[in-house]
């Protein structure tokens, strides 16, 4: 009965350990598949979000590349431009260099100048200076005239002064205005008769410069006082016996 009794537990004991082995390997596949499962997903999501790619790069570097080359072309454009107006600027000045350099002082050496008393305004005389020369000159100031050889000249009109230098081209003719005596009134002084009379001229820089202009004066002279004064060169004979 003992032999019959142990028998039956040990096949009991194979089956049980044979089901158990069972068992075993059915959980550790189900591990190992689950483990696999996540693997895949996890490769999975990477392959979803690639990093950029050097095509990319390059592509946005290309259009980065030519918004600078459009700029540049732009600037070129604009260097241009602004030398061309660099150019028409140059010409201009050399324009005016030109004239500035044709263009002398009026002296006695370069002009004809006369000396007529006229009726209206009363006791005044007219200067009328023409340019003999080739060259374009300039009447700067006002006439320092000298009657009789006096050690001074008389004041401007200041009221006279233009607006700019009167120029005078080659046979062109510039005038101004001579007050010779206070008139009927009597505020003048140191009245006399003079005969003779020398006009000076002035440069640009104030300086009188030679020659000197004689005009003749009538035969009988002219008769001058202490209030005589003269205008600015004038371009208009009219304007400069206004004063």
């Given at each position: 009965m003992s032999a019959f009794t142990a028998r039956p537990r040990t096949r009991l004991f194979a089956a049980a350990t044979v089901a158990l082995?069972?068992?075993?390997?059915?959980?550790c596949n189900d591990?190992?598949?689950v483990q696999d499962e996540g693997a895949a997903t996890k490769t999975s999501s990477t392959t979803q979000a690639p990093a950029p790619t050097a095509t990319q790069t390059d592509k946005t570097g290309g259009r980065t590349g030519g918004s600078s080359t459009g700029s540049g072309t732009k600037g070129s454009g604009g260097n241009k431009t602004s030398g061309g107006s660099g150019s028409g600027s140059g010409s201009s000045s050399g324009s005016g260099s030109d004239t500035s350099a044709s263009s002398v002082p009026c002296s006695g050496a370069n002009t004809k100048v006369t000396a007529q008393t006229v009726k209206r305004p009363i006791n005044h005389m007219l200067l009328t200076v023409t340019n003999t020369?080739?060259?374009t000159c300039d009447l700067y100031y006002y006439p320092a005239?000298?009657?009789e050889d006096a050690q001074s000249v008389p004041p401007v009109m200041k009221d006279s002064q233009p607006q700019a230098v009167t120029t005078l081209t080659p046979g062109q003719s510039g005038y101004a205005g001579v007050a010779l005596s206070g008139g009927d009134n009597g505020t003048g002084t140191n009245g006399r008769t003079a005969k003779s009379l020398s006009v000076y001229f002035f440069d640009r820089n104030n300086n009188s410069i030679s020659p000197a202009a004689t005009p003749a004066l009538p035969t009988e002279g002219v008769y001058i006082d202490d209030s005589l004064r003269v205008t600015y060169w004038l371009s208009d004979a009219q304007d400069a016996l206004t004063y």
């Open positions: 082995a069972a068992l075993s390997l059915t959980a591990k190992l598949g020369g080739s060259k005239v000298s009657f």
